[in-house]
């Protein structure tokens, strides 16, 4: 089974429109980390946003935050106030284990990400 | 450099030939990755080193592929023998290990001819 599920390969969204991107996990550790990058078209993988399985506050990053719904292993990104440079691929990723401690040995599982278009 | 550096960027070879990916990951940190992006897809966990703990190499696909850390710094990534279904970006990233921010690098393009 896949532990990072994507289910929009492609999304278009108006200029300014806020932006949800889907990212659904499987683990059965209690302990896990959840991420988000961007990928422009240059190719580099731009860390966003962080959510530990124990953080209870949803994370936040500027114009970027993660809503987080354990029960449902469930780790939105929501982007508000899109703009044109947000246009690029964008990768769900999870690291199992207790990632405070150096756990995670086998680094993160990324999804097959969602690639989203800005339009004006 | 303050960044990942990765080279080279582009590398075309002929199948069954060896190739070497170079990744100088950022100073002081300890945790260093490999991943392979194929062509519309998502990234693919290869081999991941921590200090000085033995790599774990549970995503390496074949034998062909092998990868060292010389010095706890610079790392390389092998192909043997290259099959056209090694073509592929090749990502490197580095953390402090334990600190979850993963800092990439703008990878290696190969392609086997």
């Known amino acids: 089974a896949q532990k990072i599920t994507q289910t929009q390969p492609g999304m278009f969204v108006q200029e300014k429109e806020a932006v949800t991107l889907d990212c659904t996990y499987d683990?059965?550790?209690?302990?896990?980390?959840l991420f988000w990058y961007k990928q422009p078209s240059s190719g580099e993988m731009i860390f966003l946003i962080y959510?530990?399985?124990?953080?209870?506050q949803n994370a936040t990053e500027g114009r970027y935050s993660l809503n987080f719904q354990k029960a449902r292993k469930s780790a939105n990104l929501v982007i508000s106030a899109s703009q044109l440079g947000d246009s690029a691929m964008y990768f769900c990723?999870?690291?199992?284990?207790?990632?405070?401690?150096?756990?995670?040995?086998?680094?993160?599982?990324f999804g097959k990400g969602t690639h989203l278009i800005i339009q004006p | 450099g303050a960044g990942v550096s990765q080279s080279p960027s582009n590398k075309v070879t002929e199948k069954g030939k060896d190739v070497e990916l170079r990744c100088d990951p950022i100073?002081?940190?300890?945790?260093l990755y490999w991943y392979r992006q194929s062509l519309g897809q998502g990234l693919e966990f290869l081999i991941y080193?921590?200090?000085?703990?033995?790599?774990?190499k549970s995503g390496l696909p074949s034998d062909r592929f092998s990868a060292e850390r010389t010095g706890g710094s610079v790392s390389t990534l092998t192909i043997q023998r290259t099959q056209q279904e090694d073509s592929a970006v090749y990502l490197c990233?580095?953390?402090?290990?334990?600190?979850?921010?993963?800092?990439f690098g703008s990878g290696t393009q190969l392609s086997v001819l």
């Open positions: 990233a580095s953390s402090r290990g334990g600190i979850e921010k993963l800092f």
């Open positions: 683990t059965s550790d209690q302990s896990y980390g």
């Open positions: 959510q530990g399985s124990y953080d209870e």
């Open positions: 990723a999870m690291r199992e284990g207790d990632s405070r401690s150096g756990g995670g040995a086998d680094g993160l599982t």
């Open positions: 100073s002081g940190h300890t945790a």
């Open positions: 080193f921590q200090g000085n703990s033995a790599p774990d």
